[in-house]
């Protein structure tokens, strides 16, 4: 039944909205709020209007302002008694569960009519009558509502279908169709398709129209799969929802009640007697029934990753889900671009589904009845000809004006992050493209970027860098000439690329495209390490005649610890005098002993940062290109401050001066550690040694900061103020005032945000722990109407969710030296704590990680809780991320010890427990996480742990990469016991455990086979036999070759199996089945 409530609502505004549009700011957050919620007792469907508004009342201690908004709204409150249009989401035998638009129903089998049956064996599973009544999931359903319960934000219902004009509107076609696409499992159509299509309307492929109920629950049922996470704006209607033609079906045509045969009058009799004693049966289950809330069907119950029961369907999460990625979570990437007037919130759309190829869209076009910019399309084919040849777009950059686009086709992998390929100009109005390099068009570049101005293109091939400074010419001028083999110009080497940039560009830009910044890396005294592969020949050429079977061999210039390492210098280019010089300060680091960690252009000067090899000690200098003078502005010397590092990190922003705004000199926004925690500091200006500190406190900013609005002076960040589990977007003033929650913060959550090139919109990532969603909103800065819309809310992962048995998340903290570090527990479905389980710890632990955090993530930990039935525990140690320097920097100098100890103390605590097993207990890890597994093994001896797995570990660090491994160890030469001490080297202790397995890839540039092997040398000369080997050709670090990392998890499945079933269990002497036969007098 429908009401007109008047209602009110407390709502609070950062600062920033005040002004003259305060009210249009109020009343938009008053619609995302309630429309769409449920109180308990009511559903708000649509909010009238606000008819009376507060004056703002200052919050004490803090800088928000709360406004107290009256306001009326249509809302649907179930009655008993009403009838409702619904649809079925599960059958069995104990009843049908359905969902009329939010509100979930149980209609039980004794209010099924008699001559409709349960049907175990129909494909699907079936309540008929073995006629034209089916009732299955996805069937259209008439219910009459017999009861109702509220709890906290929720509703149930009991409901029947017994009275004549009840029951299927499906015939068994209809309910075919309808099955296999129910209203859970739909999603969203591509956000450019017309909205207003028949395969469109959410609200018709969920309710029927004959039924009032089912029309006004429209705004509602929009987003009902969306469970827990607001609610999203219905699509438009062509026409109205109880038109004649939404009850006609093409094949069967309008729908026609099903006629029932009246019953003789003595059968009636004997059938309300027997009635009335199965309906007081009936009755008191009733009540049991919904006081224990034991009638919720898996598809109803909303997912609760903090639930402590589990509520079954039967569905377990399968490996196979998990590695078709069918678990995983919808997202949009944007690619925000400024428009060629500068423009604020564009998007760069590459093959959107009915448009042209490339084109750029205002990020509004979205949304109905907003006002955007046309979409401008940039490339109408991702294919095109040069020269008779045709051409495939594998990248595209586009020119800051838009008339002309960078192309890249041909692309070929290098490494990680890096790539070469052909590169051309593609001309937006002709749609014609020509080679970038007209002398060398089948030349192989490897990076290349457009000047800010847009008039010139620095490139490099065979790592060399090139310009061609006027588009307009064809002229190409080489900058450098000695590259090759050794030195690297523009782009990283293999170590710079993996460790420091994550990336492979090197090369910058002056503001006003007169200079140019670039590394030169000189890896000439860098060891080369051979990688094999023995399959497949990723150089792309053909083998020499007589060497084709053979395997390929590539060499990397590979620095190991200790080894020496690349020597890095920046160099600058003169366009305009065509002059290749550097910029030196009188206490550089000498070359043996610098990397060079962040360069960033503050208007004609540079700041760089650099840091000591083992970076300990970081020195700030501030280059002064124009006039080729630097001086170092900071040194700072961390291992004097608390013995630990620092951590390399690209988020510094520049902040160039504006006295108008407050801002009378350049500056720029930094990270530091401040107080034992890393926080955000402003210099201003750009030689300033003291900064203001922004953000302070017992918490950490994370990759900050995200984005500053220059116009308002405001700085948005991701942070763990409340709790390190969790990450929410602040804003803050640039002054250090007012720092302000930005995304929603009322329960837990974890959060990303992107913003536009001109900071007036925003892409929010809601990541968990619920079913993650996308929202893009315009910002305080935006001096348009406020605009704010879903773009993905993941119906589909919901529906999944709801309809599988999915683990019981259990988060604390154990307490070690002082610290609380963070724990969680996977326990299957229908845990029972007077059973005994296997329990697996996985983790990875490397320095400033984090795996426990509130992440929505269905992986191989939930698979095996889930599926297998074990108990699944992830620790994040010492060591770790965003709890403080206090808890990161004591693993320094001997990483494994003290992370392994605390895997071990976790273990015990866990092997404590009287629902666990202690003599099936594993540990498995990739990555840092392998060695980390051999490590806890090794340092166990089989006490706590007895079995283990490890994939593509490290075993000794003196073979990985230098810039990482001293960052925590040191040198070797520094530090030579730490490094023996961390090697895995104590076979008599990994003898003690039942059995362990190791697995790695052939082709690992990152974590050499090396490890793996001269692990295995120690085993065989100790007689060590307790493990299983498993090495895939080709395959990097990631096994992913020829199906490797599905027998990834397929063996650590089985193998995990196998274990906790006793199969690895050792015996003394192995003895034949025929001995065995033999000494019982038996074959």
Sequence with gaps: MYFLYELERVITLHPSFFGPRVKEYLTNRLLEDVEGTCTGQYYIICVMDAYDISEGRVVPGSAVAEYTVHYRAVVWRPFKGETVDAIVSSVNRMGVFADVGPLPVFVSNHLIPGDIKWDPNATPPQYTDNGDQVIEKGTHLRIKLIGTRSDVGSMFAIGSIKEDFLGSENDRSQGLKMASNPYHDEERKPLNQDSSSPEDRNSLDSFTSSSDTSIALERLNHDGSAIGNGHTKAPPRTRAMGDKADDYDEEDGFYVPPVRLALERRNRRIIWALGGLCFGGWLLALVLFLSRRSYQPASSVPFDPAATVSHGSGKAVTLDQYLNGEWRPKHHTLSWIAGANGEDGLLLEVEEPGQDYLTVEDVRSRKENAKYLPRQTLMK??????????????????????????????????????????????????????PLDPSKPGGRIQLASWSPQDDAIVFTRDNNMFLRPNIASKDVEQITKDGGEQIFYGVPDWVYEEEVFAGNSATGWSEDGKFISFMRTNDSAVPEYPIQYFVSRPSGTEPAPGEENYPEVRQIKYPKAGAPNPVADLQFYDVAKKDVFTVRTDSDFPDDDRLITEVVWCGSQVLVKNTNRESDIMKVALLDVSERTGKVVRTDNVNELDGGWFEISESTIYIPGDPNKGRPHDGYIDTVIHEGYDHLAYFTPLDSTEPLMLTSGEWEVVNAPSAVDLNSNLVYFLATKDGSTQRYAYSINLDGTALQHYTEHRKDGYYDVSFSTGVGFCLINYEGPDIPWQEVRSTPGFEGHFYSERWESNPGLA????????????????????????????????????????????????????KVDKKFNIDFQTYVASNLGYVVVTFDGRGTGFLGRKARVPIRGHIGYIEGMDQITAAKMWAAKDYVDPERMAIWGWSYGGFMALKTLELDGGETFKYGMSVAPVTDWRFYDSIYTERYMHTPQNNPDGYLNTTITNTTALAGNVRFLIMHGVADDNVHLQNTLTLLDKLDLAGVENYDYHVFPDSDHSIFFHNANRMVYDRLNNWLINAFNGEWLRTEDAIPVERIGASTGKR
């Design 381 to 434: 084919s991702g294919e095109f000809e040069v020269d008779g040849v045709k051409v495939k777009t594998n990248k595209v950059w586009p020119r800051k004006d838009l008339k002309k686009v960078l192309v890249m086709s041909d692309e070929l992998k290098n490494w990680r992050h890096s790539y070469t390929g052909l590169f051309w100009i593609f001309d937006v109005e002709s749609q014609q493209a020509e």
């Design 799 to 850: 529906q999944m969710a709801a309809a599988h048995e999915l683990p019981i998340l259990i988060y604390s903290t154990i307490n070690i030296d002082g610290i609380d570090l963070n724990v969680i527990e996977r326990r299957p479905p229908h845990f029972d704590e007077n059973k005994k389980y296997p329990v697996l710890f996985e983790l990875y632990g490397g320095p400033g990680s984090q």
